[in-house]
């Protein structure tokens, strides 16, 4: 198996919830506002459309959750939250932990 399908050692030791909300959004099949919704729009601000970017980088109602990931991704692979893009932060296993840790704070 290439180890690009094989599944991520932090990912399978999370909660099966946070697991599968991980890997929902690596594969682009969660829930945003351009899938399986009424309508795009941002049900956490009520503002533009719904997408993974968003959520990480500028939706208001994320922006004490958006500061966890962003330091460890800049230490981990030399690019901060402006030169990333969400798709490749979400494929680099270097930064699966830091993932998590964004996601599980929507648990709390």
Known sequence: MPSSQKPNGAAARSSKRLASGFYQLKTGHC?????SRPTAQCWWCLGRTQTRDRLFKV????KAQQKIPWPEVRKETGRGKSRSKIQDLLADGRCCQTVLDFLSTEEE
């Open 31 to 35: 829930l945003t506002g351009t899938k």
């Open 59 to 62: 939706c208001p109602e994320w």
